[in-house]
């Protein structure tokens, strides 16, 4: 019996060892380039951080060098890559390039999602309050919530940036974890401590971990239930004691610079509802609040049969609420509701945001589908009833075969270059140096460096702006006037390239019809060929394995768009054959453009339900 159950915690410990593994896998998938925007940003915030002079220094906001004044994120992230690149670059000076702490902070994500897997199975073991010699039914959960945790194809594609995603699922679990073992546990203060260290380093990584004061509330109840008030009381102001202190100390500049956390905070909740229109938002115009964020985890990211099982065993658990049969799981329950009901709300639905449910909705699955298992013996029964006990296990199977496939298919993408390195290196065979290229602005201009090949040996085509300032790369995202068909007109008998690092502008922008017609006009020219540009070669990657190709276009943008977008070049025909007046005419013909513009000064763009722009009042 003790090599029995010795086994079963090596098999955990071997799938967090395994996760790690391929989380690692490809790491240096932009070869160096930082495709990622928001990692992006976020190694600049890092490599300007530095210690204080002075105590007086560190309590001056404005002047810290170790206030980030950057609170899109929380600051704990960036303390610990900035911490972690310093403690390297003591052995090797070279750690500290933006190049080699890049893949750092990625080892770093892919260590925390590894650690995930370790939490959810232990969570699992709790949730199945098994006390049976052995807990065969614990370690069941454990192990297949845990393995499918390992191939979930969202997490493995996550622990491939340094994006706080990883990172914020880490703690969300971890206070999940502690609030189900606070909720009957005779060491209440050891289970606070921990709830409260997760729940502050939660906020310290994104403030959007504020809804876990529900689940924590829900389990200090159920222990009030069981026990006594008393045994509840001390545990809630020991966890809000912690909570706070932790928070203080990985993230001071909450407090120390508050106004401006305040603002930034503000900023990005009326972002995240549609109060703010920015270009990299609108791909989500026309979109369904809950059905495109549920679509998106059925299909990509927990893949289709995990998915599935985990919408049943979502609905399943509520049934088994009303029934006021739930236990411990009304905690993970009352997470997975509260969240996902204000996130799911949300105008802004970037795949990402609904992360920290993943691994509750993977336990709630896993349960489904043990629960119909029956522990008759097969020589007992007769053949129908024989089928009816063999179907839980080959739903096992198919669930666990179907994360498995589509997690090592969107792994594989990183076996070959990414696209964005494909089209640079095509267009230093092909393209002549000193030609004039263009690019789309809120995009990456091509081609990057790659190897010994150098970008500068082409130009990017200039033009002045409304100001006189001079602009690089097509402002496709502003709004359609005959100023801006002019432009284009002038600019592109000019230009010998166009590309198109990702598909980003060509499939948001159609999405507002009302608004866009010029520009939707001028897409469905340049790829029919009717623009004097042809294209000359695409490059696209989707997840595969064993020659199984899935198509995720029409996934969110977020889920293809920094690892495998497809790029394109357009090559200008020779002889041009329309002078700028021609061209003019040509993308105007037949364009009813806006009767007014939608940037008159004092007004706040919103997108409705229709995909179309109307403007409020600041």
Not at 81 to 99: K, Y
Not at 389 to 404: E, H, K, R, S
Not at 452 to 476: F, K, V
Not at 534 to 556: C, K, V
């Amino acid at each position: 019996m003790k090599i029995i159950v010795r086994w079963r915690p090596l098999a955990l410990f071997g799938l967090t060892v395994l996760g790690l593994l391929l989380r690692l896998y490809g790491l240096n998938w932009d070869q160096g380039n930082n495709f990622h925007p928001d990692e992006r940003q976020i190694l600049f915030q890092v490599m300007k951080l530095a210690w204080p002079n002075s105590i007086a220094q560190f309590f001056d906001p404005q002047n810290s060098p170790l206030n980030p004044h950057f609170f899109a994120y929380g600051s704990f992230p960036l303390y610990l890559l900035a911490f972690v690149g310093s403690i390297l670059a003591r052995f090797s000076p070279g750690m500290g390039t933006i190049d080699n702490l890049t893949l750092v902070g990625r080892a770093i994500s892919a260590l925390f999602d590894s650690g995930t897997i370790l939490l959810t199975g232990w969570l699992g073991l709790l949730l199945a309050n098994d006390s049976t010699p052995g807990r065969q039914r614990g370690w069941a959960l454990a192990l297949l919530s845990a393995a499918l945790v390992t191939f979930t194809p969202f997490q493995l594609q996550l622990s491939h940036f340094y994006a706080v995603d990883t990172l914020l699922l880490f703690f969300v679990v971890l206070t999940m974890l502690a609030c189900v073992a606070l909720a009957d546990t005779d060491r209440p203060i050891r289970w606070s401590l921990v709830a409260g260290l997760g729940y502050g380093l939660a906020l310290a990584t994104k403030f959007s971990a504020a809804p876990l004061a529900v689940p924590l509330l829900v389990a200090l109840a159920i222990r009030w239930y069981k026990h006594d008030l008393y045994s509840a009381l001390i545990p809630l102001l020991l966890v809000m004691s912690t909570t706070w202190l932790v928070f203080l100390i990985a993230m001071p500049y909450a407090f120390l610079d508050l106004p401006n956390f305040v603002q930034q905070l503000t900023e990005q909740g009326d972002l995240a509802r549609g109060l703010i229109d920015f270009p990299y938002v609108r791909q989500f115009a026309g979109t369904t609040p809950y059905v495109y964020e549920a679509q998106n985890m059925l299909l990509w990211g927990m893949g289709l049969m995990l998915g599935f099982a985990a919408f049943v065993g979502f609905l399943w658990l509520l049934w088994r609420a009303w029934r006021r049969d739930a236990g411990s799981w009304l905690i993970v329950l009352s997470w997975v509701l509260i969240y996902g009901a204000i996130t799911g709300s949300f105008y802004v639905k970037f795949m990402r945001y609904m992360l920290p449910i993943y691994p509750f909705l993977t336990l709630m699955a896993a349960a489904l589908v043990l629960a119909f298992i029956r522990r008759e013996r097969m020589v007992e029964l007769d053949y129908k009833k024989r089928v009816l006990v063999a179907l839980p296990y080959v739903a096992i199977l198919l669930v666990l075969a179907g994360t498995m496939f589509q997690g090592l298919a969107l792994l594989n993408v990183y076996s070959q270059p990414n696209t964005r390195i494909q089209a640079s290196l095509w267009i230093y065979s092909h393209v002549k140096p000193g030609s004039v290229l263009t690019y789309e602005q809120w995009d990456d201009p091509l081609p990057v460096l790659v190897g010994n090949h150098d970008p500068y040996i082409y130009s990017q085509a200039t033009y002045p702006d409304a100001s006189g300032q001079l602009q690089t790369g097509l402002d496709l995202y502003g709004d359609d006037t005959t100023n801006k068909a002019r432009q284009l007109a002038r600019l592109l008998p000019t230009i010998d390239v166009i590309t198109m690092a990702t598909d980003r502008l060509d499939k948001s922008i159609p999405r507002l019809p009302f608004r866009y017609p010029l520009t939707i006009h001028y897409y469905q020219l340049l790829f029919s060929g009717q623009l004097g540009f042809h294209l000359a070669a695409q490059f696209e990657n989707h997840p595969n394995l064993f020659g199984i190709t899935l198509n995720d276009s029409s996934a969110d943008e977020s889920y293809s768009v920094f690892d495998h977008p497809t790029s394109r070049i357009f090559v200008r025909d020779n002889p041009y054959p329309y002078t700028s007046d021609q061209l003019y005419h040509k993308l105007l013909e037949g364009v009813q453009l806006p009767p007014l513009s939608l940037s008159l000064q004092g007004g706040r763009r919103l997108c409705n339900s229709d995909g179309d722009v109307g403007l409020r009042g600041v």
